[in-house]
């Protein structure tokens, strides 16, 4: 058993305070608002344990200050300020984005099928106890209301769990339920219901989910089924999207479906569908120019949670490490998605040796045109050599108040390079002073719809900034941004070719998805397409979503650093010209990933990123002051280290899944060699896979490092009770070792299956996978199973107990993608 020490006790203490504070209150009441009860118990007993708790991390000077965060908004509030009739309010739980973008897509499609205004929410913005009484809100606005539809759009996240921005909602309506493990969430306990007064609540509901994954769609299943519960009723049938497959499929199966039971719960008929083709689009925002306006009152790429511009001066650091604060900041800042920390890159370097990726053309394929460091192209074989590139980079938290806990995430936005900006104003006629030209998006009042649109990034900024920072310009075009796209067609053949890609799924999948056209691509295809700016602007181009990694530093040794492990997303796909015959030779297009093409620009310090000048009237950095600094927020994650660091852990991590691993072993090392420890570190195996030992080996010097200062430790008699217990191992396995047979990471693992099972079984150990999640942490989970039979003697049922077991004991961790 491990120590208790006075942080337990201190802990303990404020859970039994908490607890009867809670009793006292629900006797008050008489039960009769549990949820409000719940939520109160839970935020107190979370507020006393992080008081309490000593934190891992030591704190760091800050004086930035805090942003405020903008009351709550109200459904009936929303509803009120909506001019149609019948309305529609589709929230969407996002991580990435996609939740966000179909819950657009269905927005407009109700409204242009319709003519039901609708409106698309953040549930964090959102004060949902206004569903409680629903049905009395919408009886206190009178006949001139019809009727209402709520919308979910939620995506899983995790092992379960709910996305950042529904965790807030999630954990009201579930009354901190139905997490982890699917349990049966109709039964909460509580006595709360959905008012059924005049229309009361009716909902759609699409789940986006990935079924390599455990819980997949266990959000959109769980919500569903705790509002049918305590009252709502489904329009239609529910969603689930899998993006193992094809997200986009599911949607398009599913969206006519629910828009057939929309128009029939509305009483409406469809006016959609082809027949709105003939008729002109208006555009849902108006754009002007702003030529007048002060550079401090202009948007250069910052995220701000207040909207408004920041500003940044010289804070303390020298020439070699320059470090910069808010000019304004006063007080505290609250570092998150919707304000990140813009933090120096302090460290990089490539984690690769010389080593490619080797594509064969065909005989009808050209390779791509234009010269790049990152492939070359081997004539006498006809083969793309695609260079590989792993970059681990460091940033600093130093003076920013910004803490993290091993295993956690770090958020990074990224931004597009000059090539794919420069690429994308030619496709739209756009000159160097286009670009430059300051514009200000305004919701125009000639579409019913643009008074609830929310903007599309923040402004008033440049084009150049918006198509740099803000906006998405390398994704494949898909089919309903085709439709759009069509209605600007000069020429009736392009418009009909058009319009043939977006009927037909097989046609688009062919010649679009196929090769990833991108909206530049797509209108050098169709050359008569000419585009309003404010069209691409604020309806064809999506907002750059943030991408997360795998923090791969320790907190407790390095507590004002976080570093991640990034591989280079590159590889090339054969692409055609639209409107060219079959027979045409198809030509190589290099494609890279948005967020590690930045990173790697990052390293090579070639970020492509305007330099700033110094403002001479107040000394102040007028935008993001250096190519080398980086919007980042820190996401907070279950993958954690056990407390009882004498526990053993066993690690499975192939290629960059050993990102977090690389901080676990720096921590367990860190911990014991502090001494601090009354028992030894347990044992830490770390199973780590690659494809050859001398090209792509991650961390490999480093990780022999430890292992030598661990065995050190073990030769002196002074530092021998450190090392008792602490067996440290990296065990490897090669996948690409010419004249070798291929082992995977899972094989060793199986090498050791008994001493694995004991581990797990016999001495309490925690498990932890990290990487791919449809083969090898598959496998992996498979695999388990076998040990438990072979090794434990189990039957199937039993061993599928025993895997479930160490899963809600919190002995089985995975972090996969």
Not at 330 to 346: C, E, G, M, Q
Not at 763 to 780: F, L, P, Q, S, T
């Amino acid at each position: 058993m491990a120590g208790i020490d006075l942080s337990d006790i201190l802990i303990v203490g404020a859970v039994t305070l908490a607890t009867g504070l809670f009793l006292y209150l629900r006797r008050g009441n008489g039960g009769s608002d549990a949820a409000a009860n719940s939520a109160m118990f839970t935020s107190f007993v979370s507020k006393l344990t992080a008081i309490l708790t000593p934190s891992t991390t030591p704190p760091t000077p800050s004086t930035p200050r805090i942003v405020s965060r903008p009351s709550k908004k109200t459904i009936s509030t929303t509803l009120a300020s909506m001019e149609s009739k019948h309305k529609m309010i589709l929230f969407y739980g996002s991580q990435t984005g996609t939740a966000e973008d179909l819950a657009t897509r269905t927005a407009n499609e109700v409204y242009a099928n319709f003519g039901v205004e609708s409106v698309v929410a953040d549930l964090e913005d959102y004060d949902m106890t206004d569903l409680i009484k629903f049905g009395e809100s919408l009886k206190s606005m009178g006949d001139e209301v019809g009727k209402v539809v709520i919308g979910f759009f939620l995506a899983t996240y995790g092992e379960g769990e709910p996305t950042d921005n529904a965790a807030d909602f999630y954990e009201w309506l579930m009354d901190g339920r139905g997490k982890g493990e699917d349990e049966d969430v109709t039964d909460i306990g509580d006595d709360m219901q959905l008012e059924q007064q005049g229309d009361g609540v009716h909902y759609i509901m699409f789940g986006l989910g990935n079924k390599t994954y455990e819980h997949f769609n266990s959000m959109g299943r769980r919500v569903s089924k705790r509002l049918d519960s305590i009252g709502a009723k489904m329009v239609g049938i529910p969603g689930e999207g899998d993006d193992d497959g094809s997200m986009e499929d599911d949607f398009l199966a599913w969206k006519p479906k629910v828009l057939e039971a929309l128009s029939a719960y509305y009483g409406v008929k469809d006016m959609g569908g082809k027949a709105g083709r003939g008729l002109a689009h208006v555009p849902l925002f108006n754009l002007s120019e702003e030529s007048s306006l002060p550079d401090k009152a202009v948007f250069h790429g910052e995220l701000a949670s207040d909207h408004k511009p920041r500003r940044f001066k010289d804070g303390p650091g020298g020439d070699d490490k320059r470090v910069f604060v808010e000019a304004t900041a006063k007080k505290r800042i609250l570092y998150d998605a919707k304000n990140p920390l813009f933090s120096h890159v302090t460290k990089s370097y490539n984690l690769f040796n010389e080593t490619v990726d080797q594509l064969k053309l065909k005989p009808s394929e050209l390779p791509p045109t234009t010269p790049s460091q990152k492939y070359t192209h081997d004539a006498s074989t006809n083969t793309l050599n695609i260079r590989r590139e792993c970059i681990h980079m460091e940033f600093d938290l130093s003076n920013t108040g910004l803490r993290y806990e091993t295993g956690d995430h770090v958020g990074i936005y990224g931004a597009n390079s000059l090539e794919q900006v420069s690429l994308l104003a030619r496709a739209l006629g756009l000159d160097d002073a286009a670009l430059d030209s300051v514009v200000r998006v305004k919701a125009n009042p000639a579409n019913r719809q643009s008074a609830m649109a929310k903007m599309p990034f923040p402004n008033p900024c440049s084009v150049r900034t918006a198509f740099t920072h803000y906006l998405a310009i390398t994704p494949v075009l898909k089919q309903h941004q085709l439709e759009l796209i069509a209605k600007y067609a000069a020429d009736e053949t392009e418009r009909a070719m058009i319009y043939d890609i977006v009927d037909n799924r097989n046609l688009y999948v062919e010649k679009v998805e196929s090769s990833q056209k991108s909206m530049a691509e797509v209108l050098f295809d169709f050359r008569s397409v000419k585009l309003p700016l404010q069209v691409v602007l604020g309806e064809l181009l999506s907002p750059i979503v943030v991408r997360y990694y795998s923090i791969s530093s320790s907190s407790k040794k390095e507590p004002c650093t976080v570093s991640i492990t990034a591989v280079a997303v590159r590889y090339a796909l054969p692409s055609k010209p639209l409107m060219q015959s079959e027979n045409s030779a198809a030509t190589l297009q290099y494609k890279e990933g948005l967020v590690t093409a930045y990173v790697s620009r990052l390293h090579h310090k070639t970020s492509q990123l305007p330099t700033p000048e110094m403002s001479a009237d107040d000394s102040t950095y007028p935008f993001p002051p250096l190519p080398t600094h980086v919007p980042i927020f820190i996401r907070t994650s279950s993958f954690r280290l056990p407390r009882d660091a004498s526990a053993p852990v066993i690690m499975i991590g192939p290629g960059t899944g050993v990102a977090p691993f690389r901080g676990f072993l720096q921590e367990r090392v860190h911990v014991a060699s502090s001494g601090a420890l009354k028992k030894p570190v347990g044992s830490t195996w770390l199973f780590y896979g690659c494809r050859h030992p001398e090209q792509d080996h991650l961390y490999k010097d480093e990780f022999g490092s430890l292992i030598a200062t661990v065995d050190g430790w073990k030769q002196s008699e002074q530092d021998a009770e450190r090392a008792k217990a602490f067996d440290l191992r990296v065990m490897n396995a090669f996948s690409r070792v010419p004249g070798q047979q291929k082992v995977y990471v899972q094989d060793i693992v199986q090498k050791m299956g008994k001493e694995v099972y004991e581990v797990l079984d016999k001495m309490r150990g925690y498990i932890y996978v990290c990487g791919d999640a449809k083969n090898m942490a598959a496998d992996v989970n498979t695999l388990l199973h076998k040990l438990a039979a072979e090794f434990g003697g189990k039957n199937e049922e039993e061993a599928k107990k025993w895997v479930k077991n160490l899963k809600t004991t919190g002995k089985y961790h995975e972090d996969v993608w």
